[in-house]
């Protein structure tokens, strides 16, 4: 079967770095030496001592100005020289040149002769830039009684600066590719170079520090975690190995898990906005020229994790290159279904890259995998679940739900012993073999079907509806719990209870998906527990991402916790990024994704608040969480127990839940009524409500906000102050620059 629906590739590619741009700078023996990430400000640093003198270097990315820009300065003036070059790797042609402050690098991959263009350009203060030609004196500031330039001349390959104040390099590249199926190729890398140049040539750093910090600060401080007490003084690399070695005090413990949380957002927002490309496999951070699975796209787990944060920390607007890319799949996925299934409709397999790759690959044990479609799609969904984007819905998710369920529709067999629908041939993913109707298989075609059913029927899609009602009544579901207790991955009860595999994958209807959960399925959550608990708490980065997911949509907020740690411990670099090993960015953003569900839950149309909290957090707060209904979350909760939440509807009503209708929020307890005040935040309303077991249910209106306040046991005051500071700051240290 393999050898007959794998397909050696070649000319497949890797994702890569531009080059690397060297800066050398005549200091050895620096002390004090000090690396900084500030996520408050999306902006790095270097700080060290040379000789009496303090050095620094800032560096940030303009998403608006589409430039990487850094800061060379120093506290005592005429201190700066440097001498600035690039490394380009082999594999493409590299025509160097400097013009007055601009070094420029151009040329063509070859093996796909794509183009590509580089500029930088160095504006300095005080001192002198030599150029080949001898020594240009600065451009501003450059007053007297400096030392005169010396030595000054510099290869075309080199901008070469003489003791300045200071200096800004502001950098910017392109290539010509385009992301359209078939040719992949749009405007020129040097003219689209030119004009992104143009625009920042004369633009002071200021001002481009400014557009950076207006564009970053209001996506990054939509939502805030702190946990009582959260405290650590020491750099994060030290931290993280005091936490590795079980000596981090808790306050440092929760320190860390906090900043982790804040930083998985943070790489969100740095490797995938609108107009990009998607985080692949290493987000953008790939150094190699053949990289770890060539730092493509992999839709069996790792491209849907990267996204999984999105909504639910107020991120959606992340996911947008994400849809251009798939939909820019749809058209190579036509022909993957039509060759490869014989049916209409979209799809692809377990793995794509920028060049529309829809087909299957030779590795046996993982490339089947036809349901990656279905699953990408489900991103459609959740996202105009989460927005209430009506536009969104019916331009962007429908079309592309509409032809992945086309597919399902046209390819399902009847199998004859049980009169179900069923996927042939179906491969659970790297676990296998070849077989009819693995759970995976069915739980994912399921999902789809239902989720297009619902859209469909929003969108008053008669015949369609018909269609996919007809095919769910004999879709075999993919739930079947097996003679150990254990939810099967296949529908013989075959499941080896000593496997340890990483991938869980006939755990999809828990998460990402929601045919499974402790409040509507009791017995089947035992049995995803159950082999939960047979796979154990190891395996790779993003598997232990996705356990921290799993347990807390079981509601078993210290597992989920557990799961963190084992991140941390066993899966995390000393940067804070995942590990699989090697280096790969979807267990950063799984966890942090995880974290969220141990907060707030919403798949199961309420709204559930702390449905997983761990022991090890016994206070704090969250404020901006998103649920289902773009309804906004902050959580305050005091020894272990909710004590305030705040829901703000949107305001445009919303067609999940329907506005006007009774919003359900649900509590991990079972609460007394006299003990619950729900408040219109804005009037000062008391709403009536009602308490069915832990679920509250209440009238909530677009536009409106309400304060839902609980008393517990013997505190009196319904308030609690807030006393405490985000994590913000990752830092490195390191005694010497080599
Ligand atoms: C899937 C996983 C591997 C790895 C690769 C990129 O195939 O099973 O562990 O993450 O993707």
Redo the contacts with the bound molecule.
């Keep these: 079967m393999a050898q007959k629906l794998g397909h050696a590739v070649s000319g497949y590619g890797s994702f890569q770095s531009l080059g690397d741009l060297l800066l050398s700078f005549p200091h050895q023996q620096v002390t004090d030496y000090q690396r900084k990430l500030d996520l408050a400000t999306a902006t790095a640093s270097v700080t060290y001592q040379y000789q009496g003198v303090d050095y620094q270097r800032d560096y940030f990315v303009s998403y608006p100005d589409d430039a990487v820009v850094i800061r060379l300065t120093a506290n005592q003036p005429a201190s700066i020289s440097v001498t600035i070059e690039t490394a380009i790797p082999d594999n493409r042609s590299a025509h160097k040149n400097v013009t007055d402050n601009i070094l420029q690098v151009s040329g063509t991959l070859n093996d796909n002769q794509l183009e590509y263009a580089l500029h930088i350009q160095a504006d300095i203060q005080g001192g002198a830039l030599a150029t080949p030609l001898g020594v240009n004196k600065a451009h501003a500031g450059n007053d007297d009684n400096r030392p005169a330039a010396s030595n000054a001349v510099s290869a075309k390959s080199q901008l070469q600066v003489e003791h300045a104040d200071a200096v800004t390099l502001k950098i910017s590249a392109a290539t010509n590719y385009k992301n359209q199926y078939p040719d992949y190729r749009g405007e020129a890398a040097i003219s689209r170079l030119n004009k992104v140049m143009a625009a920042i040539k004369s633009t002071p750093i200021t001002t481009l520090q400014q557009r950076h910090l207006d564009d970053y600060q209001p996506l990054f401080e939509r939502m805030a975690l702190t946990l009582d007490d959260a405290h650590s003084a020491l750099p994060t690399n030290q931290l993280l190995q005091r936490y590795q070695q079980g000596k981090a005090s808790a306050s440092a413990q929760r320190y860390l898990e906090a900043l982790y949380f804040q930083y998985g957002r943070y790489l969100l927002i740095a490797s995938s906005r609108p107009g990009s490309l998607p985080a692949n ?1 290493q987000g953008v951070w790939n150094i190699h020229q053949v990289a ?2 060539n730092a ?1 796209y ?1 839709f ?3 491209l849907q994790m990267n996204y999984w944060l999105a909504n639910v920390t107020n991120l959606a607007q992340t996911q947008l290159p994400l849809f251009d890319y798939v939909d820019s799949l749809v058209k190579p996925g036509r022909i993957a279904a039509s060759s490869l299934l014989g049916a209409d409709g979209w799809t692809l397999f ?2 794509s890259n920028v060049w529309g790759f829809t087909g299957t690959i030779a ?1 046996p044990t ?1 490339f089947w995998q036809p349901e990656a479609g279905a699953w990408i799609a489900r991103h459609y969904y959740e996202h105009y679940l989460f927005t209430q984007d009506h536009d969104f819905l019916v331009q962007r998710a429908w079309p592309i739900m509409r032809e992945a369920s086309e597919l399902w529709l046209q390819t399902l067999v009847n199998d004859p012993d049980t009169n179900t629908l069923v996927v042939v041939p179906s491969y659970s ?2 676990h296998g073999n070849f077989v009819v109707g693995a759970a995976m298989s069915q739980q994912i075609v399921t999902d789809l079907l239902r989720n297009t059913l619902q859209l469909a029927k929003t969108l008053n899609k008669k015949d369609f509806t018909q269609r996919l009602q007809q095919a769910l009544n004999k879709l075999e579901p993919g739930l079947r719990i097996g003679h150990w207790g254990q939810l099967q991955e296949w529908r013989q009860d075959r499941d080896d209870p000593a496997s340890q595999h ?2 869980v994958s006939q755990l999809y209807a828990l998460h990402p998906g929601n045919q499974i959960s402790p409040d509507t399925t009791p017995a089947l959550s035992t049995a995803a527990a159950t082999t939960l608990n047979a796979r154990g708490d190891g395996g ?1 980065g ?2 232990k991402a996705w356990k921290i997911n799993f347990w807390a949509r079981l509601q078993d907020g210290n597992r989920a916790h557990k799961l963190l740690t084992e991140q941390l411990i066993h899966s995390t670099l000393s940067n804070l990024w995942d590990n ?1 090993p090697p280096f ?1 960015i ?1 267990g950063n953003f799984g966890a942090t994704a995880g974290m969220a569900e141990m907060l707030l839950q919403s798949h199961n149309n309420d709204i559930a608040l702390l449905p997983a909290l761990a022991d090890s957090w016994p206070g704090g707060q969250v404020t901006g969480l998103k649920a289902r209904g773009n309804i906004t979350v902050s959580i305050q909760w005091q020894h272990g127990e909710l004590t305030q939440a705040k829901l703000t509807m949107p305001d445009t009503p919303a067609v999940y839940p329907p506005t006007g209708q009774l919003l359900k929020v649900r509590f991990s307890d079972t609460p007394t009524i006299s003990h619950i005040a729900v408040t219109n935040a804005q009037s000062g309303a008391v709403l009536p409500v009602s308490l069915d077991g832990n679920v509250l249910t209440f009238q909530a209106k677009a536009g409106q906000q309400y304060l839902i306040k609980r008393q517990h046991g013997s505190i009196s005051s319904l308030f609690y102050p807030s006393t405490h500071t985000a994590a913000s700051a990752i830092t490195t240290t390191k005694k010497e620059i080599q």
Excluded: G
């Design positions: 496999l770890p699975w493509d992999h069996n787990i790792n377990l793995n590795w993982a993913p790297e990483r991938h790779t993003w598997s699989h790969q979807d």
